[in-house]
């Protein structure tokens, strides 16, 4: 069981802890989380390991119908 139904991640947060690590530690918790990658920097390597270990990606800037679409999509996926 998920503790949240979805989570939203930057990928700058600070040195020690992006938003990759932040979900790494938060998947050895709960291994079904789900999350979305908001952020601008959304083509680096970092990025990408995110995207291939299922988070959703949602380029920063965004609009508000953008994010309602990232949002509704993934808190229907099983």
């Known amino acids: 069981e998920r503790p949240f139904d979805l989570i939203m991640l930057d990928m700058l947060a600070n040195d020690a802890c992006d938003g ?6 938060i998947s050895d918790l709960c291994s079904h989380q789900k999350a979305i990658l908001v952020s601008g920097f959304t083509s680096t390597d ?6 291939n270990m299922g988070v959703a990606c949602l380029p920063k800037p965004y609009s508000l119908k953008d994010l ?9 996926r099983k």
């Open 68 to 76: 309602s679409i990232v949002l509704r999509q993934e808190l229907d």
């Open 46 to 51: 970092r990025a990408g390991e995110m995207m």
């Open 20 to 25: 990759l690590e932040t979900y790494k530690r």
